[in-house]
């Protein structure tokens, strides 16, 4: 068993509004210096730099995670994770298959850059990444669980794209076991007003669109790692987020 701290939303480059120094390399690095162990990059509607970050996360002794900040029919964040690369790689392309036609506009969003672990630009993304997709909240869960993902509404007490703000409630479907904070979130006032929320997981990240808002060695999990792999650490995290 051991101490593992983490940050579980972390936007790249490729984000519409992630600055041009969030890089692969850029954030495995301020990972590692911010005292990490474990850190997910979850770039909005897309997993086309997680190639990237796992690599550079390994060069770095950062556990990676790779993943992706769905925006819902309904406009509502999920984040969601996956134990391996090749998961989050094919959900990426169903949410690709699944946003709408709408060309992004660098003079207003930025540039959305797909890179290499070196950091060297592979290519533009010329769809906008922030529209919502056509995948309601219930679509989109079922797909992220049956590639191997777990599935949580993502700052649930931010007005801006969080569950409770559009619905007006946290769902009993499509059965939520997780949920993510944002880092000025009060759980127990959350909680209070929302019982369902009582029992389940609970993480606090950064949502960081700049190197600087990376979370430093502020939030942790005692995850079970013997024998030690980072595959098993991930899965192990993921279990955890499962309340398995």
Not at 13 to 26: I, R
Not at 134 to 144: D, F, V
Not at 160 to 185: H, Q, R
Request: with cysteine; net charge negative; aromatic share 6%.
């Amino acid at each position: 068993m051991g101490k593992y701290y983490y940050d579980l939303h972390i936007h790249s480059c490729l984000s519409p509004c992630g600055d041009t120094d969030m890089t692969p390399a850029n954030i495995a690095g301020m990972a590692a210096v911010a005292g990490l162990q474990i850190a997910a990059l979850t770039d909005h509607n897309t997993t086309d730099n997680c190639p990237a970050f796992w690599q550079a996360c390994k060069a770095q002794g950062i556990i990676p995670v790779p993943g992706v900040e769905l925006t819902t029919a309904e406009e509502i964040h999920l984040l969601c994770l996956f134990r391996e690369l090749d998961g989050a790689m094919a959900f990426g392309e169903r949410i690709a298959a699944a946003r709408l036609p709408v060309k992004n506009r660098p003079d207003i969003f930025g540039h959305q850059l797909v890179m290499d672990c070196t950091d060297q630009v592979l290519r533009e993304e010329e769809t906008l990444l922030l529209s919502a997709t056509s995948l309601t909240l219930e679509e989109g869960t079922r797909m992220c669980r049956t590639l191997g993902g777990v599935c949580m509404p993502a700052h649930i007490d931010r007005e801006s794209n969080g569950i409770i703000s559009v619905l007006g409630t946290f769902p009993a479907e499509p059965g939520y076991t997780s949920f993510e904070l944002s880092p000025t979130g009060e759980r127990r006032e959350l909680e209070t007003a929302y019982p369902i929320l009582q029992g389940m997981g609970c993480v606090t990240s950064s949502d960081a669109h700049y190197l600087w808002d990376i979370s430093g060695a502020e939030h942790s999990m005692e995850i079970q790692d013997e024998p030690y792999s980072s595959a098993l650490v991930r899965e192990n995290l993921l279990a955890i987020l499962e309340n398995k």
